[in-house]
Nanobody, 118 residues
Framework: QVQLVESGGGLVQAGGSLRLSCAASRNILYFNVMGWYRQAPGQQRELVASITDGGMTNYADSVKGRFTISRDTAKDTMYLQMNSLKPEDTATYYC????????????WGQGTQVTVSS
């Protein structure tokens, strides 16, 4: 059973920065793609950013130029650097990891709250 543990959320003023971390219980290159999703109250969960096992990244239009996804394979950890935060970035952020070869594996972390005050 793969586990993902997020950390780094908190309360920050608009314009500030936070870095989220997602630590995996196994080699993250086992996964074909890892990503950060977020869900605000009353809203659907949405993809924020993703990174493939080959290192290709993808971002939601709303965060392009402000957020950066990265990983450290030596630490089996994925990161989301969030700069120029806006109140509309307030949400619970979830780490996701998926593997498509063989039995499909989809794993979620427990979530970490990010609150941006105006």
């Amino acid at each position: 059973q793969v586990q993902l543990v997020e950390s780094g959320g908190g309360l920050v003023q608009a314009g500030g920065s936070l870095r989220l971390s997602c630590a995996a219980s196994r080699n993250i290159l086992y996964f074909n793609v890892m990503g950060w999703y977020r869900q605000a109250p009353g809203q659907q969960r949405e993809l924020v950013a993703s990174i493939t096992d080959g290192g290709m990244t993808n971002y939601a239009d709303s965060v392009k130029g402000r957020f950066t996804i990265s990983r450290d394979t030596a630490k089996d950890t994925m990161y989301l650097q969030m700069n120029s935060l806006k109140p509309e970035d307030t949400a619970t952020y979830y780490c996701n990891a998926e593997r498509w070869q063989g039995p499909k594996v989809v794993t979620w972390g427990q979530g970490t709250q990010v609150t941006v005050s105006s």
